[in-house]
Antibody, heavy 121, light 107 residues
């Protein structure tokens, strides 16, 4: 059974940093691309970042480029999102979502339960 | 960025009804269109990929169609567990973008 479990969310002050993790199991992690998708409270879904299976291709939405860094450790079956210079508008539930085989980004066929990031003073 | 617009934003329907949700892209996306269902407090789940391909395990009452800029998600006979919010998502270019969602409520 495919499982994705996020952790690392919490309350952080504006300008602060946070590192999210996503532990994957039930599939060959190194074969699939991975994504982070977020959802602000009461709002819709926003794709944030993508990393290919081999880590060679990375994309970000403009609003986080230069502040967030996606990475993965295929030996540990883990995905990460380092979030720096956080803003109030980054407040959201952050989901990790499995992408497609290899370099293909989507569809997002499995999602974690999400971890809440709250940016507030 | 490609804008995805869903209509309606909300919809009231009854068990057994046939329901159609529309998604329009601001430019042609071929059939690079996916549909997701999200229930309150839960993560989204994939229903349809590549416009019309039913994801494994999804009931056959769900179907998708369309191409280029106009897409539809149809539920042929609503079941109680189908009351949720539905999102379309384009997979044609970056950044990937979602529609604003359609909330399907019980009449």
């Amino acid at each position: 059974e495919v499982q994705l479990v996020e952790s690392g969310g919490g309350l952080v002050q504006p300008g602060g940093s946070l590192r999210l993790s996503c532990a994957a199991s039930g599939f060959t992690f190194s074969d699939y691309s991975m994504n982070w998708v977020r959802q602000a409270p009461g709002k819709g879904l926003e794709w944030v970042s993508y990393i290919s299976s081999s880590r060679t291709i990375i994309y970000y939405v403009d609003s986080v480029r230069g502040r967030f860094t996606i990475s993965r450790d295929n030996a540990k079956n883990s995905l990460y999102l380092q979030m720096n210079r956080l803003r109030a508008e980054d407040t959201a539930v952050y989901y990790c979502a499995r992408g497609n085989f290899g370099d293909y980004i989507d569809p997002f066929d499995y999602w974690g339960q999400g971890t809440l990031v709250t940016v507030s003073s | 960025d490609i804008q995805m617009t869903q209509s309606p934003s909300s919809l009231s329907a009854s068990v057994g009804d046939r329901v159609t949700i529309t998604c329009r892209a601001s430019q042609s996306i071929n059939t690079y269109l996916n549909w997701y269902q999200q229930k309150p407090g839960k993560a989204p789940t994939l229903l349809i990929h590549a416009a019309s391909n039913l994801q494994s395990g999804v009931p056959s009452r769900f179907s998708g169609s369309g191409s280029w800029t106009h897409f539809t998600l149809t539920i042929s006979s609503l079941q109680p567990e189908d009351f949720a919010t539905y999102y379309c998502q384009q997979g044609y270019s970056n950044p990937r973008t979602f529609g604003q969602g359609t909330k399907l409520e019980i009449k």
